[in-house]
């Protein structure tokens, strides 16, 4: 098992042997070449996202500037809206589903390090994010390594997201926690209790 298939399997890998450094060169090249675009020329940008990313759909925007370790283990579905400052660790895989919004200075961190610094010198790990369909990702958040937000969900801003969130919920805060459900009266309001003058949704 070489390093990189070792950094998939979530076992401790060396980051800096076969051809994992390289991988990482490529990924910046291709990350300074979207973060440098002229910000009208949306067809450069995405070209050069195709070309760095995993896997996406047919919708699917980053604002720049972007960063991210590799690219091709950042996949992205229908509809999908990152904002400014979106950072992606992804030594592991990051799947994200339809209709996911990401706010402004959000890491996903799939990598981690061993607590000892001997140990820590020389290895680090990684396990998956999964990001369900629907989900809003607030400004400023951090999601760790391992982590699932389950469908429909939103993550407030300036949280710290350690472990998995349901389906369906309201959560916040460092560490992250549930606050409440979502429910069929949040429909019916766009902010607070602020009801909608509209009905074409």
Same mark, same amino acid.
């Given at each position: /098992?070489?390093?990189?298939?070792? /950094?998939?399997?979530?076992?401790? !890998?060396? &980051?800096?042997?076969?051809?994992?450094?390289? @991988?990482? +060169?490529?990924?910046?090249?291709?990350?300074?070449?979207?973060?440098?675009?002229?910000? !009208?020329?949306?067809?450069?940008?995405?070209?050069?996202?195709?070309?760095?990313?995993?896997?996406?759909?047919?919708?699917?925007?980053?604002? =720049?500037?972007?960063?991210?370790? !590799?690219?091709?283990?950042?996949?992205?579905?229908?509809?999908?809206?990152?904002?400014?400052?979106?950072?992606?660790?992804?030594?592991?895989? $990051?799947? *994200?589903?339809?209709?996911?919004? *990401?706010? =402004?200075?959000?890491?996903?961190?799939?990598?981690? #390090?061993?607590? #000892? #610094?001997?140990?820590? &010198?020389?290895?680090?790990? %990684?396990?998956?994010?999964?990001?369900?369909?629907?989900?809003?990702?607030?400004?400023?958040?951090?999601?760790?390594?391992?982590?699932?937000?389950?469908?429909? &969900?939103?993550?407030?801003?300036? &949280?710290? $997201?350690?472990? @998995?969130? =349901?389906?369906? $919920?309201? %959560?916040?805060?460092? =560490?992250?926690?549930?606050?409440?459900?979502? +429910?069929?009266?949040?429909?019916?309001?766009?902010?607070?209790? /602020?009801?909608?003058?509209?009905?074409?949704?």
């Amino acid at each position: /098992m070489n390093q990189r298939e070792r /950094m998939l399997a979530g076992l401790p !890998y060396d &980051s800096f042997a076969d051809g994992l450094l390289e @991988d990482r +060169t490529r990924a910046k090249i291709l990350c300074k070449k979207i973060n440098e675009s002229a910000v !009208y020329d949306i067809d450069d940008i995405k070209k050069h996202l195709h070309e760095l990313l995993g896997g996406h759909k047919e919708t699917y925007f980053f604002e =720049p500037p972007f960063r991210c370790d !590799y690219g091709f283990n950042i996949t992205v579905g229908e509809n999908f809206y990152a904002n400014y400052n979106f950072s992606v660790l992804d030594c592991a895989k $990051v799947t *994200i589903g339809d209709n996911v919004l *990401i706010g =402004p200075n959000v890491c996903l961190a799939t990598a981690g #390090h061993p607590i #000892h #610094h001997l140990s820590r &010198s020389k290895y680090e790990y %990684a396990f998956p994010i999964t990001i369900g369909d629907g989900v809003w990702i607030g400004a400023n958040v951090v999601v760790n390594p391992g982590v699932t937000i389950g469908e429909g &969900s939103v993550i407030g801003s300036g &949280s710290v $997201v350690t472990k @998995d969130v =349901p389906a369906g $919920v309201i %959560a916040a805060g460092n =560490p992250c926690r549930v606050i409440r459900e979502i +429910t069929e009266k949040d429909r019916t309001c766009y902010y607070k209790d /602020m009801p909608f003058d509209v009905e074409d949704y």
